[in-house]
């Protein structure tokens, strides 16, 4: 495939031209339009990252499949994990579009040459923390998926309108977990609370460093992959869940929060930067589990991979012969 | 001329997907999927675009089988119905307020 060779005679700046003439439209680029190569690199970047993070994100939640209080629980959880790989597979689709390959981007996940999202590094001690992760976790990237729909390259925005359709089946059932424990037991009620002050300053911290250290926003707003900053997305996900912890009888570990009447927002407290940072490379609670889980996954599911092309092959062949 | 996604080095060869939401109505482009075969493909797309009943069937073609029309050739090769207005009926407006018609 030629990719970045405007073809029909049309010059470099011509095939420019008519990039931002689409992307002033808001009409979509489809995989074989010109694109300038930084556009293509950037969504290359952050699909696969995105990719990943949905495969990645299949390891702290399956950890509870087995020991998910309930069958109705398990078939739930297990559903959600099925979801993620899917999610995963739409994204991996979606990037491959612009020209990578699979097989590429697995070596680079499990090279530790590719990122995915933090909050994946951390572990999931209790039972409730599937509750926070729905609820808090899959909220978030709910508040930062659902703009991405109207994201400018074509293949993107239909993968995550296919992800936003069963994304709220995640957070909803999320949700219904800690109000159950909630409402239980003190302990129970305990261990929700105790879940829920972990997760909450990571999963605010998934859309990423503030306006002012975040300097690839710019760039992928105007070119519309990306619709508003990270600190307005966070705001909007702070003001979604305030009254939502009231209605789980839980408090968020946050004195600041608090309803400001002139922003027509809640405030809330700074975060732990450094942290997010750290976790970032590759030193927070999990980083090397899961990279070495994926690994392993991937290692010994060669011999199903080969076997299933060799039989391809061979019934090819017969196929040709006959 | 290229063929949707999909790159000459993977493992497994990449397919789109294209399924029937219900009878009566046609294959639409769902998405796409590596898989070794047709049959194998069948399944992953079952697995990957119906769990929650999308479909009641299912294409699955090779990738590499799709040809494309050049999208800078996009004027010239749609060029013919531009400025044909008469194919459509909102041209005829002589029969306005005529019922039936
Ligand atoms: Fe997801
Ligand atoms: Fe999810």
């Known amino acids: 495939m030629a990719k970045n060779t405007p073809s029909f005679a049309l010059s470099e700046q011509e095939a420019l031209a008519r990039f931002d003439e689409i992307i002033a439209a808001d009409e979509r680029i489809e995989p074989s339009d010109w694109m300038p190569d930084a556009y293509r690199k950037t969504l290359i970047r952050q699909i696969s990252q995105h990719a990943h993070s949905e495969i990645i994100g299949m390891q702290p939640e399956g950890n509870w499949i087995t020991r998910a209080p309930s069958l109705k629980r398990k078939a739930i959880l297990m559903a959600k994990v099925q979801d993620e790989a899917g999610h995963g597979l739409y994204l991996y689709s979606a990037a491959q579009t612009l020209g990578i390959g699979r097989d590429q981007m697995t070596e680079d996940l499990i090279s530790g040459k590719a990122k995915y999202s933090s909050i994946f590094n951390y572990h999931t001690p209790t039972w409730a923390d599937i509750g926070s992760i729905g609820w808090l976790v899959d909220g978030a990237a709910i508040c930062n998926q659902v703009p991405l729909c109207r994201a400018s390259y074509g293949p993107y925005g239909r993968a995550m309108v296919r992800i936003c359709k069963e994304e709220s089946f995640h957070q909803r059932q999320g949700f219904e977990i800690l109000l159950h424990l909630s409402r239980g037991s003190k302990a129970q009620h305990d261990m929700a609370q105790e879940s829920v002050n972990r997760w909450y300053a990571p999963a605010l911290m998934m859309f990423g460093p503030p306006d002012a250290q975040s300097p690839n926003s710019a760039q992928s707003m105007a070119w519309k992959i990306k619709r508003f900053s990270n600190d307005d997305l966070r705001q909007r996900f702070v003001d979604m869940i305030v009254p939502q912890s009231e209605v789980l009888g839980l408090t968020l570990p946050d004195r600041a929060i608090r309803w400001n009447e002139k922003r027509g927002h809640f405030d809330y407290g700074d975060l732990d930067w450094d942290e997010f940072n750290e976790v970032l490379k590759g030193r927070g609670p999990a980083n090397s589990i899961r990279l070495e889980r994926r690994k392993q996954a991937h290692d010994d599911g060669a011999w199903v991979r080969e076997a299933a092309a060799a039989y391809a092959a061979r019934e090819n062949k017969e196929a040709m012969a006959s | ?101």
Do not use: Q
């Open chain 2, 1 to 101: 001329m290229s063929s949707p996604g999909g790159t000459e080095h993977d493992t497994w060869p990449l397919w789109e997907v294209f399924v029937r939401a219900s009878r009566g109505l046609s294959h639409l482009h769902a998405g796409s999927l590596h898989a070794p075969d047709a049959e194998l493909a069948l399944r992953n797309a079952r697995d990957l675009y119906t769990r929650r009943n999308e479909g009641v069937s299912i294409w699955v073609v090779p990738s590499s089988e799709i040809t494309t029309s050049d999208p800078d050739e996009k004027d010239a090769f749609f060029e013919s119905p531009k400025g044909k207005r008469y194919r459509h009926a909102s041209y005829y407006t002589e029969a306005e307020g005529v019922k039936h018609l």
